[in-house]
């Protein structure tokens, strides 16, 4: 009978040694990225939030607006980095765990910032040359300030990516394998929570764009409320005669139909006029032709109670976009 090789490893062992090797990587990967984001924290905090605040360029309201909770965030990464540095992991990220609500709170005031960035660059004077001065340091590294407002944002996922590799990979009898796994679930949803945000900003940023397009009375506070998804132009097929281009906009419950205003209109010149609102809940939605993917576009065919809609695309790759966003608002 031959005896077992005393250098072969059971799987569990290697399994292990996985695991072990995994870790280190990822505690190595946040270590040295946490250090390097609260530099950039500590620059901002020092080089734009703390001569502003002392030579008075901005206004409080202003500065508030604009960079938020910059200040806290970069305490709660000073409180966190010696507990990576000592590698105290667990204990470290269960007590960063309760400053998450600044980055919720950061990311609901992300828009804003950015309008008061923009404006503020645009009109005041003094702010702007600051900013450039500023941002002419060689510790930026050519970084503008609109490149460094988003760094908690990115950061936060991040941390969701490092920390979830990290409880993942933490064996269940090791000591801080609870608070890991806390701290993982915390950050996840603090994240999910930011994605939604973001997702309502974006949403928001595109209501108003189109809301500025359309023109007339029919017009008024007719998108208010709704989710975005796809506009462009489509030839509406009639049963007679040749096509006609129309503007669509497209949102989760309702197909916009617009006419373009005439270039000569007196006051409204440049926008369009809304012609119908179809109901996307109760669109029967078909692929007429354009199935092959080649060059020559295709028709959709959307039915509703009293209408028929044929609307063609010379352009496949637009005909493709339009099928599928509409597949979305008919779900």
């Keep these: ?84 540095e000592g590698g105290h992991w667990g204990q470290g ?32 004077k003094r702010f702007r040359r ?22 908690p944002l990115k950061r936060l996922q991040q941390y969701e990516n490092l920390v979830v590799a990290l409880a993942e990979n933490t064996g269940p009898n090791s000591p801080d394998h609870q608070q890991l796994t806390r701290a993982a679930r915390l950050i996840s949803e603090t994240a ?15 209501l108003q764009r189109v809301q500025a397009l359309l023109s007339g009375r029919q017009a008024k506070g007719l ?16 049963p007679h005669g040749k096509p006609r281009p129309r503007m669509f906009f497209l949102f989760t419950d309702v197909l916009l139909m617009a006419k373009r205003r005439p270039p ?3 006051l409204q010149s440049g926008t369009f006029a809304c012609q119908a609102l179809y109901p996307m809940a109760q669109c029967q939605l078909h692929r007429v032709f354009g199935h092959s993917g080649g060059p020559c576009g295709g028709l959709l065919s959307l039915s509703f109670p009293h209408e028929k809609l044929l609307l063609m695309s010379t ?5 493709s976009r339009w099928y599928h966003s509409l597949t979305l608002a008919v779900r």
Aim: glycine content about 6%; proline content about 6%; some cysteine.
């Design 1 to 84: 009978m031959e005896s077992p090789d005393p250098s072969a490893r059971c799987p569990l062992q290697e399994q292990r040694a996985r695991w072990e090797r995994k870790r280190a990587c990822t505690a190595r990967e946040l270590l040295e990225t946490e250090r390097r984001y609260q530099e950039q924290l500590g620059l901002v905090a020092t080089y734009f939030l703390g001569i502003l605040r002392a030579k008075g360029t901005l206004r409080l309201p202003e500065r508030q607006v604009l960079f938020g909770p910059w200040e806290l965030i970069y305490g709660a990464s000073q409180d966190l980095l010696p507990h990576l």
């Design 93 to 124: 990220l269960e007590g960063f765990c309760p400053h998450l609500q600044l980055y919720t709170q950061y990311a609901a005031n992300a828009d804003r910032s950015w309008t008061t960035l923009q404006e503020q660059l645009k009109k005041n």
């Design 130 to 151: 600051f900013v450039r001065l500023q941002e002419g340091r060689p510790e930026f590294g050519g970084l503008q300030l609109q490149d460094l407002l988003p760094l």
């Design 192 to 206: 999910q929570r930011v994605h939604a945000i973001g997702q309502r900003q974006k949403n928001d940023q595109h």
């Design 223 to 238: 998108i208010t409320g709704r989710w975005f998804l796809h506009q462009g132009w489509l030839l509406v097929v009639p």
């Design 264 to 266: 000569l209109h007196l």
């Design 315 to 319: 352009h496949q790759e637009e005909l």
